[in-house]
């Protein structure tokens, strides 16, 4: 069993505190909740799943992998890659700067509020196993959760899109992701031949 400290409990709330503002919603089991909550938890639960042993910075990262995300949209920057990249790291940043006020507030070290900001930016990513741990569980809550609605809000995608999107997924995941990722309870029907022969194929192939 892993080890708390007496702050965890006291930063999960803020973090859920701070998520439960955003203006946006989004169904879940059943009812309609905060986005941002939802992906919060979302994200706790799918690392329960996939590492109980997770350490506790990794846990902390993945309940505030979001926090605030509604402040920076993503139509205020262009509909480019580049555009894209830049959005994203805004975003890294600004998680990691909310986050960690929260964490100094709630009594956490300097060191670990700077590993959860790492974290948070994705730094070292394929080299850190902790970042790598999150960035699994990023790819795993965004297939059994999201896919199959990113799917149809884009009905312009064709088949050979849907691979490609699958395929970036699955590459930035580790052999241990991509094999978690049979065990899904939530894994679209309609989509799963095509996610499943994707992470095969990029398996074989890393």
Known sequence: MIMLSPNFERAIARFDAVNSEDPNREQGE???????????????????????????????????????????????????????KEWRT??????????????REEGYGEDVIARVASLLKKEKLKRDPESQLLEDVVALVFLEHYLAGFVAQHPEYGAAKLSDIVRKTARKMSPHGRAAVARLTRLPE??????????AATGTAA
């Not at 690392?47 to 402040?71: K, M, S, T, Y």
């Open 90 to 103: 805004r975003l890294q940043h600004y998680h990691a700067g909310v986050a960690g006020a929260i964490l």
């Open 190 to 199: 309609p989509l799963a031949p095509v996610v499943l022969r994707e992470l």
């Open 30 to 84: 059943g009812t309609p909740q905060p986005k941002e909550l939802l992906y919060a938890r979302r994200m706790t639960a799918m690392l329960e799943r996939f590492a109980p042993d997770a350490p506790e910075a990794v846990r902390l990262a993945a309940r505030c992998q979001h926090i605030r995300r509604w402040d920076i949209p993503r139509a205020d920057y262009p509909r480019t890659s580049a555009g894209y």
